[in-house]
T-cell receptor
Framework: KAGVTQTPRYLIKTRGQQVTLSCSPISGHRSVSWYQQTPGQGLQFLFEYFSETQRNKGNFPGRFSGRQFSNSRSEMNVSTLELGDSALYLC??????????FGPGTRLTVL | QKEVEQNSGPLSVPEGAIASLNCTYSDRGSQSFFWYRQYSGKSPELIMFIYSNGDKEDGRFTAQLNKASQYVSLLIRDSQPSDSATYLCAVNRGVLTGGGNKLTFGTGTQLKVEL
């Protein structure tokens, strides 16, 4: 069974731009969660989608948004990028709302 | 007080020894507990999960949970150099208690297994 896939794997953007990241969960998994990992703050929860609905949201500004499609694939968008948004963005999928399996991540660099 | 606390390490153990990694959490509503392993430059990999008080063993790994003390630990027996990584403790209130699938992570403990 294929694991969680994320695209693109690496991105370089400049301040003020926006970016869209994509995540395809493990087949059959309906829950997709997004996390940001930085050296200073560690792993922090962004939001979770289940059956196309945002079920949970972390403490991030409104510039961070997401959505989920009917096939459970999910995208997250960051608008008006800031230098501090440089991070590893991780997507995790879950079948029954417990164990979460992470994808390889998207490394975003904001210049 | 951080929600999930871990000693950042590094924790150095000789090859073949038992590595003991500890984690405390503050939310008494936490229902699910996870250990992830993360190699440098890679994403976290789930290695153990535990939901009930007591011990859970899987191969060389044993997870221990004590909800009364709000404490969860990971033991790695017969440690190998390939076990050298950062180990992240994560907790979840759970879907049934309104926590959805939000994992709260500790900052991780760096483990070094020396030859």
């Amino acid at each position: 069974k294929a694991g969680v896939t994320q695209t693109p794997r690496y991105l370089i953007k400049t301040r003020g731009q926006q970016v869209t990241l994509s995540c395809s969960p493990i087949s059959g998994h309906r829950s997709v969660s997004w996390y940001q990992q930085t050296p200073g703050q560690g792993l922090q929860f962004l939001f979770e989608y289940f059956s196309e609905t945002q079920r949970n949201k972390g403490n991030f500004p409104g510039r961070f948004s997401g959505r989920q499609f009917s096939n459970s694939r999910s995208e997250m968008n960051v608008s008006t990028l800031e230098l501090g948004d440089s991070a590893l963005y991780l997507c995790a999928s879950s079948l029954a709302g417990r164990e979460q399996f992470f994808g390889p991540g998207t490394r975003l660099t904001v210049l | 007080q951080k929600e999930v606390e871990q000693n950042s390490g590094p924790l150095s153990v000789p090859e073949g020894a038992i590595a003991s990694l500890n984690c405390t959490y503050s939310d008494r509503g936490s229902q699910s507990f996870f250990w992830y392993r993360q190699y440098s430059g890679k994403s976290p990999e789930l290695i153990m999960f535990i939901y009930s008080n007591g011990d859970k063993e899987d191969g060389r790994f044993t997870a221990q949970l004590n909800k009364a003390s709000q404490y969860v630990s990971l033991l790695i027996r017969d440690s190998q150099p390939s076990d050298s990584a950062t180990y992240l403790c994560a907790v979840n209130r759970g879907v049934l208690t309104g926590g959805g699938n939000k994992l709260t992570f500790g900052t991780g403990t760096q483990l070094k297994v020396e030859l």
